[in-house]
């Protein structure tokens, strides 16, 4: 028996797929969303959002997420926890297949994130959401005069650290070089910042505290010297980059030479007709929890004009 064919398929249920998902249900279009391996996103494991419009006194970002899928099931939109392993997007329709599973799609909408790169150090896992971030935009009020640290030496690296400066009393970059990889005018910018002190060509060891007091320091170890050594802080930031979940579309639909999903300037839509791309999986820029739903709710319209241009939207 033949798989169903859908109008319009979901990929990811963060912030910019559960508000296509609305917005897709509120058409008429029955959207079906699979979730992945990480339902509801990187806010699954943000504790605290106080930047998200409509909440006074913050949101948990579990709690965001399940008001925001329990709307988008209020309009008629189904889900399936599935991880997506291979996908034939350039023929109509589409297919996705995963889990034993195999779905068909008359239009896709990609918003399958990006993930934070992380040191991967048992520490540092331990107190994700206890002081702890990737995120300085979303998590820098809570240091507010705090001393951080932040690791890594690129221009993610180097924006956070300034951006930090407004919040903490000092703000730590440690780098495992003694020169910065960011652009020159950033790099100026951050060395005549008075706040900022940089631990050259030293490497985290471990983050220092418990998720019941928080970040009390790091033990970094000099890698020239081998020399180890703690810096007091209360929160830590790790920015080495950010790499976009879009692996499973390698070679069908046209990406940056990092992996994020190109799109048409004001669009979501990609070079593949009935393909649209929502959220980090096509932002390297902003990647926030409200810029994403935007383009959610973008790439929902996109593909309902798309439907109804080809004549199969009812």
Not at 17 to 39: F, H, S
Not at 243 to 251: A, D, H, M, R
């Amino acid at each position: 028996m033949a798989e169903e064919v859908r109008k319009v398929i979901i990929l990811g249920s963060g912030p910019a797929g559960m508000t296509a998902a609305i917005y897709a249900a509120r058409a008429n279009l029955t959207p079906l969303v699979l979730e992945g391996v990480q339902p509801g996103g990187q806010l699954m494991i943000t504790s605290d959002v106080e930047n998200y419009p409509g909440f006074i006194e913050g949101v948990a970002g579990p709690q965001l997420m399940d008001v925001m899928r329990k709307q988008a099931e209020r309009f008629g939109a189904t889900f399936d926890q599935v991880n997506v392993e291979r996908v034939e997007l350039n023929r109509d329709p589409k297919i996705l297949e995963g889990d034993g599973k195999t779905y068909r799609c008359r239009t896709l909408i990609i918003a399958t994130g990006a993930s934070a790169r992380w040191l991967d150090i048992e520490s540092e896992r331990k107190l994700r959401g206890h002081g702890v971030s990737a995120c300085a935009t979303c998590d820098g009020f809570f240091f507010r005069d705090k001393v951080i640290a932040v690791v890594g030496g690129g221009d993610t690296a180097v924006e956070e650290a300034t951006f930090l400066t407004r919040f903490g009393t000092k703000v730590y970059v440690i780098h495992r070089r003694d020169k910065l990889r960011a652009s020159k005018a950033m790099q100026e910018r951050a060395l005549k910042n008075p706040k900022i002190e940089f631990v050259w060509d030293a490497t985290v060891e471990e983050v220092l505290g418990s998720p019941e007091h928080g970040v009390q320091g790091v033990r970094v170890r000099n890698v020239k010297t081998g020399r180890v050594s703690e810096l007091e802080c209360q929160g830590f930031f790790v920015a080495i980059g950010h790499s976009p979940n879009t692996k499973v579309f390698e070679g069908q639909v046209d990406m940056d030479p990092t992996g994020y999903i190109k799109t048409e300037p004001f669009s979501t839509r990609t070079n593949v007709p009935g393909i649209f791309a929502a959220g980090d999986v096509q932002d390297r820029i902003y990647r926030q929890a409200v810029t994403a739903a935007g383009t959610g709710c973008m790439a929902a319209l996109d593909a309902e004009r798309y439907l109804e241009e080809k004549g199969i939207s009812e």
